[in-house]
Nanobody, 123 residues
């Protein structure tokens, strides 16, 4: 089970930190990812991290602005979002895949999804 939180309303250029708490599985055995979905659009990849954090990937649109990280001892995944833009406005979902190695940008590779948290960036 995944529980995401930390969304909110922020001005352009601002920052937010999303958290995703996991339960029910050994957290380090799960590859994790963040996706977002804007109204009328498909769910899109944001960032992914392997079970022990050795492999990290970002969508081109967030490289240099967002940082994904995890604390396995706390069963928690993070997404630090800086220099936010209006186009970052979306519902953000954390997701887990049953593979601790590598990472994936494909939603179909993820088996567990959190409920989503709204991020709104005003211009």
């Amino acid at each position: 089970q995944l529980q995401a939180c930390g969304g909110g309303l922020v001005q352009t250029g601002g920052s937010l930190r999303l958290s995703c708490a996991g339960s029910g599985r050994t957290f380090s055995s799960l590859g994790m990812g963040w996706f977002h979905q804007a109204p009328g659009k498909e769910r899109e990849f944001v960032a992914a991290i392997s079970g022990y954090g050795y492999t990290i990937n970002y969508a081109d649109s967030v490289k240099g602005r967002f940082t994904i990280s995890r604390e396995n001892a706390k069963n928690t995944l993070y997404l630090q979002m800086n220099s936010l833009k209006p186009e970052d406005t979306a519902v953000y979902y954390c997701a887990a895949r049953s593979a601790y190695y590598g990472s994936s940008y494909l939603p179909r590779d993820y088996h567990y999804w959190g409920q989503g948290t709204q991020v709104t960036v005003s211009s």
